[in-house]
């Protein structure tokens, strides 16, 4: 692919643009952690949801969805799609909890919520948990897209794409902190988006593609269409579709997934101005991430069908791959190797903004979590807020450098995808009722981790002998099994295990104050303390989130299913669910009175 100077100027511009914003926003973040890891919690809704769905504009996604495309078909991203249910459960339940707490990350939340030796342990140890071991992998996964992208678009070595692409990341996120890392996101999110659309365009305009009409009648492509898998491939409908709808959503933990909200996600709720930010900041991530970006990058992956129909095709057009990372992922960037001089330097400035976006967010957010919630905690309490934002920023190289080596062992974003999501199995449950059962307690927390650590890789290794060589009973039930066993660990774990001490559920129901029901025990204990709680002024109306984040799921898909059927030239069902979204915004206008909070 040869970049001409118009190319080289958007690049050159967009890298003089971002660094100018870093440095802009340095002298404010370097006054204190909350500054420097939160913006001093005053952010908008609009400019946090912007700011989450860009930092998922990753590199790797559109690597990611073209290898799901290109294997199992448009249905197969149900994999992916079904994390709608808990994301919108975090819109209309979990928001408002989580920016009450008011903590600083959402690991500072244990210390509120647990209590004791236990509680710190914990905070430490999922902070080297969380924020190194699976920031590190997610971060590689990035990495990896962009060593890819490297090789086929510019024949950079992978050392050479490491070192270009990290270096002006790792500089920015050190020096802007989190508000640098939110207003680039901004600007990030449009470049992306105008260099999806763009590589949408040329791929069905490449001459062996030729027109959206010739791609969707295509032999290559017709039996990947579906939106639905099919109902008669019974091993196709439990891995891609009734595993993630009955099982995956609730259970694993995944980053920007979080059941109940976590991570990134929960830094930018807690980051807004108030309750109701954090609602409409969540929101409009999940409109964004789920209904509006993922069909351009589908429609490259199945216009790659026709271009490059298999693995040998694309080493064929490419030779100087490594053998090590050829996979179907590598359809996407080698379909941008078409693209016109001009659209070649937005489009690969896009990648490069994807990619800046995820990894500073993911640098930003796993260094709070190492200074916050270990560093600070355990090995210099009194440390200076000037001593703490420089270890933040020594955190941030070093998670670069260890994100940078493991990418290097790679071979496709789908392989590490699967891995995280394994890993995670059957702790997602806890997330969801601890702020609704109190005894839940930190031990719940640290068995469940441990348990799915251990279950997975059980499972993962010993897969052959444990499910037989033709690997089918795997496919079906090695999650769902990890699930099971996890959770059967961490229910008796908890129910054997002393509850929490009085005090520190009292008080961490007075602040929050969520649903009394599963709390009645906790009330009691109050009133025979003494200690008065207003029981009737409750955080979140259960009945209303619930049924919000049922139709905020209903508004969602059908805007996702109605985008594709426009495309397929399916009219009828494409107006149909036109509709059905627009009722479902109607009836959501109506419940949104009731959820938002008011204040005085």
Same mark, same amino acid.
């Given at each position: ?377 355990? %090995?210099?309490?009194? $440390?200076? &807020? #000037?001593?703490? @934002? ?5 955190? *941030? /190289?070093? =998670? ?121 025990? %906790?009330?009691?204990? $109050?009133? &025979? #303390?003494?200690? @008065? ?5 409750? *955080? /979140?109306? =259960? ?58």
């Amino acid at each position: 692919m040869n970049l001409t100077t118009i190319d080289y100027t958007f690049i050159f511009i967009f890298f003089s643009i971002t660094l100018g914003i870093g440095i802009w926003v340095s002298k404010k973040s370097k006054q204190s952690t909350s500054e420097y890891f939160l913006s001093g919690r005053n952010m908008p809704w609009w400019l946090l949801g912007v700011s989450m769905v860009a930092t998922t504009f990753s590199t790797d996604t559109p690597n990611l969805v073209t290898d799901i495309v290109r294997t199992n078909g448009v249905s197969g991203n149900w994999v992916w799609w079904a994390f709608l249910l808990t994301g919108m459960l975090t819109v209309f339940i979990y928001a408002k909890l989580w920016r009450k707490s008011q903590s600083t990350t959402d690991l500072e939340f244990y210390e509120l919520r647990y209590g004791g030796k236990p509680a710190k342990f914990l905070r430490g140890f999922r902070a080297l948990y969380l924020g190194i071991f699976f920031n590190v992998l997610a971060m590689a996964g990035v990495t990896l897209a962009a060593i890819k992208i490297g090789e086929v678009m510019l024949g950079l070595t992978p050392i050479q794409t490491i070192g270009i692409a990290s270096v002006v990341t790792v500089i920015f996120s050190a020096i802007g902190g989190f508000k640098g890392v939110v207003y680039t996101d901004f600007l990030l999110f449009f470049v992306a988006m105008i260099g999806a659309i763009g590589a949408a365009f040329v791929a069905v305009n490449h001459p062996e593609v030729d027109g959206l009409e010739n791609l969707l009648t295509h032999p290559n492509v017709v039996d990947k269409l579906s939106i639905l898998p099919d109902f008669n491939n019974k091993e196709l409908l439990i891995s891609i579709f009734i595993i993630p709808l009955a099982v995956q959503w609730w259970s694993a933990w995944y980053p920007g997934a979080e059941p109940g909200g976590g991570g990134y996600i929960a830094q930018r709720m807690l980051a807004s101005k108030d309750e109701n930010h954090a609602i409409g900041a969540t929101f409009f991530f999940n409109i964004l991430h789920y209904a509006l970006r993922p069909w351009p990058w589908i429609i490259v992956a199945l216009a790659s069908l026709v271009v490059f129909p298999d693995l040998a095709s694309i080493k064929e057009a490419f030779p100087n791959v490594s053998d090590d990372k050829l996979g179907h992922d590598l359809a996407y960037p080698a379909m941008l190797t078409f693209l016109p001089s001009g659209l070649a330097g937005v489009v690969l400035t896009s990648l490069v903004a994807a990619y800046m976006s995820t990894i500073s967010t993911h640098l930003n957010w796993g260094a709070s979590y190492i200074v916050n919630d270990f560093y600070k905690q355990n %090995v210099n309490p009194d $440390a200076s &807020e #000037k001593s703490l @934002v420089n270890v933040g920023k020594i955190a *941030t /190289v070093v =998670l670069m450098v260890f994100s940078a080596v493991l990418a290097l062992s790679f071979t496709n974003a789908l392989e590490i995808f699967k891995f995280i999501l394994m890993f995670g199995a059957g702790t997602g449950l806890i997330f969801l009722l601890r702020w609704f059962w109190w005894r839940i307690n930190a031990w719940s927390e640290i068995s469940a981790m441990v348990a799915s650590g251990i279950f997975s890789l059980i499972f993962y290794f010993n897969s052959e002998y444990l499910f037989g060589k033709d690997g089918v009973f795997e496919s079906y039930w090695q999650f769902p099994l990890v699930v099971f066993c996890t959770t059967i660990v961490w229910v008796l774990v908890t129910m054997l295990t002393k509850p929490e001490d009085d005090e520190v559920l009292i008080n961490f129901y007075k602040r929050i104050q969520p649903k009394k029901a599963g709390w009645l025990y %906790v009330l009691d204990k $109050a009133k &025979e #303390k003494n200690i @008065v709680i207003d029981e009737q002024k409750e *955080t /979140v109306n =259960l009945g209303n989130g619930l049924l919000a984040a049922f139709i905020g799921c209903i508004l969602v898909f059908s805007c996702l299913f109605a985008t594709g059927n426009w495309i397929y030239g399916n009219y009828t069902i494409a107006t149909v669910l036109t509709i059905i979204s627009l009722i479902s915004v109607y009836i959501l206008l109506g419940l949104w009175k009731k959820i938002k909070v008011h204040f005085l």
